[in-house]
């Protein structure tokens, strides 16, 4: 099917248009399209895919791009149409209330003339790719990339960690005048498209998009709020200790990821294969069931783990829709942070193989802020498996170290996504003031100050850097508003490792049982069947930092 054009999808959609509905026959007609649109999926995720192993790949951009045109804006016109037939005939599937809510919002923010818009959003996506991708230095007489400058920053010879650290925020200096002008192009693109759906802002527009049914804008500014209040005072101890325990008279910012007690960092693992062996190992100890699915993955090469040049940043796990298989994407180079990484992408991985058992497309599809609750979890839950007894990486004593600098970051992260999504939504309700990058970094800077800024951390010769920390998150370019729910999952997260710290094996029981409702339930829950609450306000913020406070200082001991 990769290289169909429209005229070879089209007869499936005008077979599904034609056919009438009606009682007798609505789950057949609801499995013929889900299962076909499972296979459009697949296609989709096969040419995104390539485009990120390798962001060098003309041929792969060509046929992303051919895909996106040609297929993706035309499926979408087709599907409207399939959603309004089957939201006229009265008819609902069994089982299908929560799909049936999304269909009528999706129904209802259609708009034809965005479609070619959101084309041009995910083509501009890529070219932010294909500048980070080859944002390399030179280190050693060896040209490396950024990200693999980054375990540098964890040794304890303070001045390579300086010239390390100096070395990559000059490098991202240099493609400043680049984003600038992709962020230009997109925020105009993301205008337009909330005004032809009729919306005051894109955040409107997009908060439906998202569907974004459980919670407010209003709801997201408090958490930011909360956070400033419960949270940042705990990370300003954090760094306060952090400056002691080094032996300094103030701490910058190639401080932060070093060990405190200045040992050497952490190198759980040689290579990739390495990483992926000890990861099954864990993930068995977990949940024999959960070993069995990454053995899947394994078996059918749907990992790709290792760093190297020309590959797209970060990480993250899609889904081979019509297969109902997992695929995880990442950049290792032998850290810690790699380990969580994999970890978490396991987690994501799991709930596709764990809500496969729906019968449509629809029901499997889950908002982001449950789906990280998935991989947050999975990070806690296999904490107790990471030592050498289980298979994993570490004898006890750097395992207990490994978990503290895990839940240290767990705690630091909260700060920093109120910068990201605040700034997000300052940009989309104050569009034309955001179109100038000029008053982009000052609002970052505003933000970060507010959030980020702690008595004993020294940065004050960075204004630069700290200025346009908001080139350096690919969620602001990829997937506008996608972050918060990270900040909300953790929440959820730290409430399913509160549960396993009573009774692992039951906690293990209920986040299985949370992931194969798929995206069929509400958020709140969801949460629920998972042995959380769905919320992020002040009282859930002190329980949780309470929490990580008490672990952190029984690991110490």
Known sequence: MQDWKWDDYEPFFEHLLEQEINPANINSWMKYWSDFSELIGEVGTDVYVSTTVDTTDEEAKKRFHTFLEDISENASTKNQALKKKLLESGCTPDNFDIPLRSIKSEVELFCEENLPLMTKDSKLSKEYDAIIGAQTVEWEDKEVTITQLSPVLLETDRERREKAWRLAAERRLKDREGINKIWQKILEIRIQIAKNAGYDNYRSWRWEYLKRFDYTPEDCLNFHSGIEKVVKPFVNKLIKERKEQLGLDVLKPWDLSVDTFNRDPLTPFEDAAELEEKCHNIFNAVDNDLGKHFSIMREQKLLDLANRKGKAPGGYCTEYYYRRLPFIFMNAVGTHSDVQTMLHEGGHAFHVFESDQLPYSSQREVGMEFAEVASMSMELLAAPYITKEHGGFYNSDDANRARIEHLEKTIMFWPYMAVVDGFQHWAYTNPEEAMDPKNCDAEWTRLWKRFQTFDDLDSSEFEDVIATGWHNKLHIYHVPFYYVEYGMAQLGAIQVWGNALNNQKEAVEKYRYALS?????????????????????????????????????????
Do not use: C, H, R, W
């Open 517 to 557: 409702k798929g995206g069929n339930a509400t958020l709140p829950e969801l949460f629920e069947s998972a042995g959380a609450k769905f919320a992020f306000d002040e009282d859930m913020l002190t329980y949780a930092v309470n929490l990580v406070d008490s672990q952190i200082k029984e690991m110490n001991q």
